[in-house]
């Protein structure tokens, strides 16, 4: 917080960018334990370990299991101590998790410490950073969220290159200890040093507004999906008043589909790839093109939030994820895949962004860490289950087929259902039009 007093002034930009900056360093961080980093070293695992892929795949489930259970406490700190210690204390024992796996030999040391790292990586990592960002910005807030995430689709990207040459070089053990050590590195100063709650801590206002421009920069396009009620903390939605509204309710069973979906084709696209003939460089190559595309998508996404109502945004991203699924069942040759893995990287960006943008835009900044919190169980009960009933129906089938066909029907209804997610209106509003 000091520093950030001193530093304020000192650029050319608004300061809210660096606090942007510094949180996504801490979700460059939570892609150490990504499914995509799993997704390369589940092929090896298996051979060195002999585990089936289902018992690896279980490990992603362990993980979302124990962040179903501690997501709601991991909002609660974040709106009662603050997003900056729970990001800090999220990647010093993050880190510690991931260099610990160089030591699991069995099932359940292994669960214990990948199941670790995937709760920073569900919970408190995404909450904390979009959160503080949207409590920085609330024009450009859907650009400050995709930067963010583009951050993290670069994390992808490295730490997916990074554990498939160094796993194929050194072995498994050398891999995760690289792995805990470039979290360290990266994240916990700048999370420890730059990152401040509000702009009101430091003496700012949103979007670096200045005080006598509020009431007209607040008059924003329908579009946007944020009314005007929404852009004070006075004004925003307690979780006991979001919770009795319909569109958090969509929102939350939105979050389980997407991710029943989502997390079943990651964990398991790598060897999938590698079932179709590709070999294990030529599949790492596949899924860092998706994160690749992830990257640019992220901002794109954001772009698009800032412009039109967010629930066609989420309704054009599920459309995607029905077509890239239908896509990666009749993928051939490397080119095919290498067009499969791009469109997941699409469906990957839109999943992170348009959720975080539509659950600030509807609710408000005051109480969102604990919102968000309780809505990621959606999230998080859909990538529990999803990886799981997949590896299964592989080990039964032989094939992924099936499931992938029941992936494109569920995105396809999805993409209906969520335009019923309109901005909740709040009661005494109601009431008052009612009576007018």
């Not at 900056?84 to 796996?101: K, N, Y």
């Not at 319909?246 to 696209?269: D, N, Q």
């Amino acid at each position: 917080m000091l520093l950030a007093s001193r530093l304020r002034d000192k650029f050319p930009f608004y300061y809210g960018w660096i606090v942007v900056a510094a949180s996504s360093t801490v979700v460059f961080a939570r892609m150490a334990p990504a499914i995509t980093t799993l997704t390369v070293l589940i092929f090896p695992i298996s051979q060195q370990m002999g585990w089936s892929r289902t018992v690896i795949a279980g490990s992603v489930s362990a993980g979302a299991i124990a962040s179903l259970v501690l997501s709601p406490v991991v909002g609660w700190a974040i709106d009662r101590f603050g997003a900056r210690p729970v990001l800090v204390i999220s990647v010093l024992g993050l880190g510690i998790a991931m260099t610990s796996l160089a030591w699991a030999t069995i099932p359940l040391t292994f669960y214990i410490a990948f199941a670790a790292g995937r709760v920073v990586f569900h919970t408190s990592a995404p909450i904390g950073a979009s959160t503080v960002a949207s409590r920085w910005f609330i024009r450009r807030r859907g650009r400050a969220i995709g930067i963010i995430f583009l951050f993290g689709a670069v994390g992808g990207i490295v730490y997916t290159m990074v554990a498939s040459l160094v796993v194929e070089s050194y072995g498994l053990k050398t891999t995760w200890i690289v792995i805990g050590i470039l979290v360290l590195a990266i994240s916990v100063a700048p999370s420890f040093f730059l990152v401040v709650e509000r702009p009101e801590d430091i003496g700012l206002l949103p979007d670096g507004d200045e005080p006598d421009d509020v009431p007209a920069k607040n008059n924003l396009p329908a579009a946007s999906g944020i009314s005007n009620l929404q852009q004070t903390d006075e004004d925003s939605w307690t979780l006991h008043d979001a919770v009795r509204t319909r569109p958090f309710w969509l929102l939350v069973a939105m979050g389980f589909t997407t991710f029943f979906v989502h997390t079943s084709i990651g964990v398991h696209m790598g060897a999938y790839f590698r079932d179709i003939g590709l070999s294990a460089t030529s599949a790492a190559l596949a899924v860092s093109v998706s994160w690749t595309v992830s990257a640019v998508g992220s901002v794109t996404w954001g772009w698009i939030t800032d412009r039109i109502q967010v629930r066609y945004a989420y309704c054009g991203m599920f459309l995607v994820q029905a077509g890239s699924t239908l896509y990666l069942i009749l993928a051939g040759g490397t080119v095919g895949v290498f067009l499969a893995a791009g469109f997941f990287g699409i469906v990957s960006a839109g999943s992170n962004v348009v959720p975080s943008v539509m659950y600030a835009n509807y609710f408000g900044r005051s109480s969102l860490g604990k919102i968000r919190g309780l809505g990621e169980v959606g999230v998080l009960l859909g990538q529990a289950t999803g990886p799981v009933i997949a590896g299964v129906l592989f080990e039964l089938r032989g094939s992924y087929s099936m499931i992938f066909s029941v992936f494109v029907v569920l995105a396809l209804a999805c993409s209906v259902l969520v335009l019923q997610a309109k901005p909740p209106v709040r009661r005494q509003a109601q009431s008052v039009g009612l009576h007018a």
